[in-house]
């Protein structure tokens, strides 16, 4: 059974930074893409970014390209997201998420996986 464990969410200011990390289990990591995505209180979930199993291409949300930048370590069967400049409106539970197969998507129906989700605050 894939497990997706996510960890590293918390408080804030606007301007600063957090790593949020996703430890996956219970699949070949180098197998899967991964995708990051969050939903806001009232909001759907969203997309934000996404990394093929390689590393080798990545996905962002236009709102977030250039301060978040998503990565992956194979060999420590973990992904990661580097948030910078982060903004009050990034306020959210973040949820990673893998699928398998080459191609990286940007919807949330095409990852099979999911992790618990970590809450991410940015305060003003």
């Known amino acids: 059974q894939v497990r997706l464990v996510e960890s590293g969410g918390g408080l804030v200011q606007a301007g600063g930074s957090l790593r949020v990390s996703c430890a996956v289990s219970?699949?070949?990591?180098?197998?899967?893409?991964m995708g990051w995505f969050r939903q806001a209180p009232g909001k759907e979930r969203e997309f934000v970014a996404s990394i093929s199993r390689n590393g080798g291409t990545t996905y962002y949300t236009d709102s977030v390209k250039g301060r978040f930048t998503i990565s992956r370590d194979n060999a420590k069967n973990t992904a990661y997201l580097q948030m910078n400049s982060l903004k009050p409106e990034d306020t959210a539970v973040y949820y990673c998420?893998?699928?398998?197969?080459?191609?990286?998507?940007?919807?949330?129906?095409?990852?099979?996986?999911w992790g618990q989700g970590t809450q991410v605050t940015v305060s003003s």
């Open positions: 219970g699949r070949t990591f180098s197998s899967v893409a």
């Open positions: 998420a893998a699928r398998t197969g080459v191609v990286i998507t940007t919807k949330a129906a095409d990852y099979a996986y």
